[in-house]
Structure formats: C-alpha cells, structure tokens
C-alpha cells in the first residue's frame, strides 16, 4: 500500500496523534487487499482508512509513504467553525467507537515508525 501523506497542519489532531497520516491521505490499495479489509473488519464511512490500516499491519504487508505538500482543506475554513467541530467529533466517535484507542495507538505507533524510517 502507498500511502500519500498531506503537509502536516498544525491542527491539535494532527499534532497529538499524527493523524495526518492515519486518518487522511491517499491510499493506493490492490483490489483484492482493499475487497479482504472490507469483508475481514466491516468498515462504515470515516472507519475506512482504519481499517485498511489494521488489515495491512496485521497481514504484515508492506506500506510505503510518500510525503507530499499538497494540503487538505481544513474543515474550519470549509465549512465553518461550528459545523467542523460537529464533523470532526463525528469522525472521531465513529473511528473510535469503530477501532478503539488502543488500536489507534498502536497504528499511531507503526506510522511513526515508518515515518522516521523515511
């Protein structure tokens, strides 16, 4: 899998949990691999990339990261400081409610890994 990271913005997420890397960014991901994650975890909107994440790191297979300075719009600036925090606290219940914290963690920590490794 290859992973396309966006510029890391400075937003509390991101600086806290690297979230730029385990939440976002693209993803190029075989067909087949993508078919196994979504029969193998069951994953419903925003619990997507985790569960592509999960899958990978368990069946060991190889993630690349390409570092790009393509930004994401930031949800404030799309769509207003109200409606983004309703979104994004609907993100994150629904990846954690999804995975759990100690799941995030743990993929947290294999990104930070392969990051460093860079």
Known sequence: ??????????????????????????????RDKLLEAFK????????????????????????DIFKSDLRNTIHFKKHGILKAIVKEARMYFEIFTYSGVREILRQFRYYKHIENSV
């Open 1 to 30: 899998m290859l992973v396309i990271v966006p510029h890391k913005d400075r937003t509390i997420d991101n600086i806290l949990l690297n979230s730029h890397m385990i939440f976002s960014g693209e993803r190029i991901v075989k």
């Open 40 to 63: 193998t975890f069951k994953p419903v909107r925003f619990q997507l990339k985790v569960a592509i994440n999960k899958y990978f790191i368990e069946n060991n297979y190889r993630i």
